[in-house]
């Protein structure tokens, strides 16, 4: 057995026991006692300073004096001494302030539609083109063939057209002739003057006739389906022939080289992309909170981030649904950028024309929180006596916060706000609100 936690465990015990017995004389030794006043109440000579005699003859009405009430402590509290600034509400415009990118107005990727081999020279990303310019040109093979064939096949269609229309003519001049034969031929038969079987040989020339005009209209039915057949051809052919050629759909910069000479293209192989930014787009997305202050056709103003270029634009578009993930809206504005100084995916800060309200400019930390979790923040109120204000936070700046729901004028503390609550009495240090 160790001797030292023995000993160590006695000399605690021992300290306790002093402690204990003796509590009365350490307490008025440490409330300010001399050591032999300290030792008298130890040994019961005089009592301790914690029990002071009551005077013999005591007042009834001074009695309740002892006991202090809250109220009475409240009134002889000592006010918190806090750092305050006097701050007077200001009109500001209310823009609605969000950061976003640039975008073009439009990027389309130009791509074959059908396949061959490249034989224009390629022209070099950054270049200028304009709408219709030819971007890349295909080898055309046989298609030129293809499509002489084609009008070879529609001329012969169309050369039968006439003799298709004189056979049904004839076959209707055919079947006229047979008709009034068999109209002859029954008017005599009833007068007597011919047999039966002419008439039967009348009815069959009728029946043999139209058998022949619908023979000879199949026959024109199918020429004409054969015209229709044969220019279709010569449609696709010559439509063939066009995919041979892609061109600039819009006027704008090529972002990537065309496809080079001799390269082959599949369909579906990119030629080219093409972006347009004059005007450019600024995009970017508005909180839910923020979204019913904006209306397409309001101004709006940017900065950009390198080099803090502004522009001016307006609202061209604002979504109606939002972005699920973030619950936030696109809004995009329309700039000019006539000189294509302002490239595609540049960061930028967006200010939105709102309708104007007053504010205080604060420090960001005067703000705080009451027990409920409202943001606020705490001012001098009357009497000096701390007061808890809930504000609403209208735009965060380099300089400061700009805060709604403030009166006009307030006595903002913005040191030691944390250590008072309302109804507190606090001594304000005031400070001008720039320093």
Same mark, same amino acid.
């Given at each position: ?7 160590? !465990?006695? +000399? ?7 402690? @204990?017995?003796? #509590? ?58 806090? +750092? ?9 415009? =209310?823009?609605?302030?969000? #950061? ?22 390629? #022209? #070099? ?25 084609? /009008? ?51 009815? !069959? ?22 015209? /229709? ?29 065309? !496809?080079? @000479? ?11 992309? +093409? @972006? ?17 202050? $904006? ?15 502004? +522009? ?25 950028? =006539? ?11 967006? =200010? ?36 808890? $204000? ?18 006009? /004028? ?20 005031? /400070?001008?609100?720039?320093?």
């Amino acid at each position: 057995m160790r001797l030292l936690p023995v000993l160590t !465990a006695i +000399v605690v015990a021992a300290a306790l026991a002093v402690a @204990i017995l003796y #509590r009365d004389a350490l307490v008025a030794f440490a409330n300010g006692a001399s050591f032999e006043e300290a030792v008298e109440i130890a040994e019961g000579s005089a009592p301790p300073p914690a029990e002071t005699e009551q005077p013999a003859t005591q007042d009834p009405a001074a009695a309740p004096a002892e006991t202090e009430t809250p109220d009475a402590a409240a009134e002889t509290q000592k006010p918190v001494g806090v +750092v305050a600034i006097r701050s007077a509400a200001r009109e500001i415009d =209310g823009a609605v302030v969000l #950061r976003g990118q640039t975008e073009a107005a439009r990027q389309v990727e130009v791509r074959a539609e059908t396949s061959g081999r490249v034989v224009s020279d390629p #022209r #070099r990303k950054g270049s200028e083109v304009a709408a219709g310019d030819v971007l890349c040109e295909l080898d055309p093979g046989t298609r030129e063939a293809s499509l002489s064939e084609a /009008q070879a096949r529609l001329s012969e269609a169309r050369a039968s057209v006439p003799t298709s229309k004189a056979r049904v003519e004839e076959a209707k001049a055919g079947l006229e002739e047979a008709r009034i034969n068999l109209n002859a031929a029954q008017k005599l038969s009833e007068g007597g003057y011919a047999s039966e079987t002419r008439v039967a040989s009348a009815t !069959a020339a009728v029946r043999s006739a139209e058998a022949g005009l619908a023979s000879a209209e199949s026959g024109l039915s199918t020429v004409t389906s054969a015209i /229709q057949a044969a220019e279709a051809g010569v449609a696709s052919a010559e439509r063939e022939i066009d995919r041979l050629t892609m061109e600039a759909p819009f006027g704008g910069l090529l972002e990537s080289d065309t !496809a080079e @000479i001799g390269s082959l293209l599949q369909t579906g192989g990119l030629c080219a992309t +093409v @972006i347009q930014l004059d005007p450019i787009k600024l995009v970017g997305y508005i909180p839910e909170t923020e979204v019913d202050r $904006v209306t397409p056709g309001a101004r709006a103003g940017a900065r950009l981030a390198a080099g803090g270029r502004e +522009v001016i634009g307006e609202v061209t578009f604002l979504s109606r649904s939002a972005d699920p993930q973030t619950r936030t809206f696109r809004v995009e504005i329309t700039v000019p950028n =006539g000189d294509l100084s302002i490239r595609d995916g540049q960061t930028v800060e967006i =200010g939105i024309e709102a309708a104007g309200a007053k504010a205080h400019l604060l420090p960001q930390s005067a703000l705080t929180l009451d027990d409920d979790g409202t943001l606020g923040v705490r001012i001098v109120g009357a009497e000096n006596m701390a007061e808890f $204000v809930p504000v609403d936070v209208m735009r965060d700046t380099a300089q400061g916060i700009w805060l709604t729901g403030l009166p006009d /004028q307030a006595d903002v503390i913005i040191i030691g706000q944390e250590y008072v609550v309302t109804g507190v009495p606090v001594a304000p240090t005031y /400070q001008e609100p720039t320093q």
